[in-house]
């Protein structure tokens, strides 16, 4: 049984428009009120499939996985399992919830869980986390607005990923409130800077995959072998304080400007699932050194949308963009990544950086959107936004759609609180 059958169905009711029929599969971490352990899940329609109680209950005997794996606070110990492992369960979960199969229909009162019954969890513990700028609109209206619109894009742009480390302690799971952040900012014709909250604060609409199998030191990971070690990928929204990070970023780059949190959705869906949604990628001009150059397609046609919503109203679409609109791609950014023998671990996090499309009402983030505060954008409720305010909700959407069936990620949500006094 291959999970990835598109004329799959399940006996579990599976909505239309769900992001989780049985060709997805995804993997998170949950927990219930009556058993607030946490604990391996996947999703199915509507519910949460409780990966500890189907093991325990001997429906993954012949994989041999131990129940620590499945009682667990993170998936990392699944994902070190390795692809044939982790691909052989998704199958058997498959072939259990085909609708062609009774064999664990009896038993799913056990194991099924609402939706709106569980708490999902932080899915992966990051040991690190690479961010990249891999976007080249993103990169091109940057530039545009910060330097010369002739020279947007700099000297190294379209030679290799451009990347920095970023800050894996405060990536956070969907549903987390964000604080305002403080910090330094030089106001306009200032000449000193004052300190107090952000007034620009963004969001950046990005992709992120996670590392399964690791590496050693020393170790180089090429294009062709990329793939063995990307896991899966979530929604992933790098917050970003506009103010604070222009005025710390030259010469090392962003610090508190993007330090105080990101935001990831629960469900990590597996490279596999997005099998039906690959395409080509871009001709690529200058040619790239041949470490980077690359064999086969490569990019995914995955939509995705950013909804802005009030408090107290309703949310407003405000973005519609796809990871497809990638210069570099995933194979690209893991083997400069690993060119110079930088070690891989199990649960490491790379981020696209900012997926800005062609048009604007593509562009991944407010800066752009909104055109660095020149053009604002009205909302329903006849307020503008030229950033995101108190009280604000960003909420993050992907989904790709192949012969019917949609594959999505869920949401990343959170919502804007206030600065705390200092």
Same mark, same amino acid.
């Given at each position: 049984?291959?999970?990835?059958?598109?004329?799959?169905?399940?006996?579990?009711?599976?909505?239309?428009?769900?992001?989780?029929?049985?060709?997805?599969?995804? +993997?998170?971490?949950?927990?219930?009120?009556?058993?607030?352990?946490?604990?391996?899940?996947?999703? !199915?329609?509507?519910?949460? @499939?409780?990966?500890?109680?189907?093991?325990?209950?001997?429906? +993954?005997?012949?994989?041999?996985?131990?129940?620590?794996?499945?009682?667990?606070?993170?998936?990392?110990?699944?994902? @070190?399992?390795?692809?044939?492992?982790?691909?052989?369960?998704?199958?058997?979960i498959?072939?259990?919830?085909? @609708?062609k199969?009774?064999?664990?229909?009896?038993?799913?009162?056990?194991?099924?869980?609402?939706?709106?019954?569980?708490?999902?969890?932080?899915?992966?513990?990051?040991?690190?986390?690479?961010?990249?700028?891999?976007?080249?609109?993103?990169?091109?209206?940057?530039?545009?607005?910060?330097?010369?619109?002739?020279?947007?894009?700099?000297?190294?742009?379209?030679?290799?990923?451009?990347?920095?480390?970023?800050?894996?302690?405060?990536?956070?799971?969907?549903?987390?409130?964000?604080?305002?952040?403080?910090?330094?900012?030089?106001?306009?014709?200032?000449?000193?800077?004052?300190?107090?909250?952000?007034?620009?604060?963004?969001?950046?609409?990005?992709?992120?995959?996670? !590392?399964?199998?690791?590496?050693?030191?020393?170790?180089?990971?090429?294009?062709?072998?990329?793939?063995?070690?990307?896991?899966g990928?979530?929604?992933?929204?790098?917050?970003?304080?506009?103010d604070?990070q *222009?005025?710390?970023?030259?010469?090392?780059?962003?610090?508190?400007?993007?330090n105080? @949190?990101?935001?990831?959705?629960?469900?990590?869906?597996?490279?596999?699932?997005?099998?039906?949604?690959? !395409?080509?990628?871009?001709?690529?001009?200058?040619?790239?050194?041949?470490?980077?150059?690359?064999?086969?397609?490569?990019?995914?046609?995955?939509?995705?949308?950013?909804?802005?919503?009030?408090?107290?109203?309703?949310?407003?679409?405000?973005?519609?963009?796809? +990871?497809?609109?990638?210069?570099?791609?995933?194979?690209?950014?893991?083997?400069?990544?690993?060119?110079?023998?930088?070690?891989?671990?199990?649960?490491?996090?790379?981020?696209?950086?900012?997926?800005?499309?062609?048009?604007?009402?593509?562009?991944?983030?407010?800066?752009?959107?909104a055109?660095?505060?020149? *053009?604002?954008?009205?909302?329903?409720?006849?307020?503008?936004?030229?950033? !995101?305010?108190?009280?604000?909700?960003?909420?993050?959407?992907?989904?790709?759609?192949?012969?019917?069936?949609?594959?999505?990620?869920?949401?990343?949500?959170?919502?804007v609180?206030?600065?705390?006094?200092?």
């Open positions: 049984m291959q999970a990835n059958n598109l004329t799959l169905t399940s006996w579990v009711e599976v909505p239309e428009d769900s992001d989780f029929p049985i060709q997805n599969l995804p +993997f998170g971490i949950f927990r219930t009120k009556s058993n607030p352990a946490p604990r391996v899940c996947t999703a !199915i329609g509507d519910y949460a @499939a409780d990966l500890a109680v189907m093991n325990y209950l001997s429906l +993954f005997d012949e994989l041999e996985i131990g129940n620590e794996v499945f009682n667990n606070r993170y998936l990392n110990d699944l994902m @070190a399992l390795g692809k044939a492992k982790t691909n052989a369960l998704r199958n058997r498959a072939s259990l919830l085909d @609708a199969n009774d064999e664990a229909k009896d038993l799913a009162w056990h194991f099924l869980h609402p939706m709106e019954k569980v708490e999902m969890l932080l899915p992966v513990k990051a040991g690190d986390y690479t961010d990249f700028y891999s976007s080249m609109e993103h990169a091109t209206n940057v530039g545009a607005m910060f330097r010369d619109p002739a020279h947007a894009l700099l000297p190294n742009w379209k030679h290799m990923p451009i990347g920095y480390h970023g800050r894996a302690s405060s990536i956070v799971v969907s549903g987390t409130p964000i604080r305002r952040p403080l910090g330094q900012t030089l106001p306009d014709g200032a000449d000193r800077p004052v300190f107090g909250p952000s007034r620009l604060l963004d969001f950046e609409l990005e992709m992120a995959f996670v !590392i399964g199998t690791p590496t050693s030191l020393g170790e180089q990971v090429t294009t062709a072998q990329a793939e063995d070690h990307i896991f990928l979530m929604l992933f929204n790098d917050w970003s304080a506009r604070i *222009k005025w710390e970023y030259v010469p090392l780059g962003p610090f508190l400007g993007k105080f @949190a990101s935001t990831i959705s629960p469900w990590v869906v597996t490279l596999e699932a997005l099998e039906p949604f690959r !395409i080509g990628g871009p001709e690529q001009d200058p040619l790239p050194l041949p470490y980077l150059q690359y064999e086969g397609k490569k990019r995914f046609d995955v939509n995705l949308e950013v909804q802005i919503q009030p408090g107290g109203g309703e949310p407003f679409t405000v973005c519609r963009s796809n +990871f497809k609109n990638m210069y570099w791609n995933m194979a690209q950014q893991l083997a400069h990544h690993t060119v110079g023998g930088c070690n891989l671990n199990t649960g490491d996090l790379c981020a696209s950086g900012t997926i800005s499309g062609s048009t604007p009402g593509s562009y991944g983030s407010m800066l752009e959107l055109w660095k505060g020149t *053009k604002p954008l009205k909302l329903p409720d006849g307020t503008e936004r030229k950033f !995101i305010l108190d009280g604000d909700t960003v909420i993050m959407k992907g989904w790709g759609k192949a012969n019917g069936v949609r594959i999505g990620f869920g949401e990343a949500t959170g919502k609180l206030p600065a705390l006094e200092y």
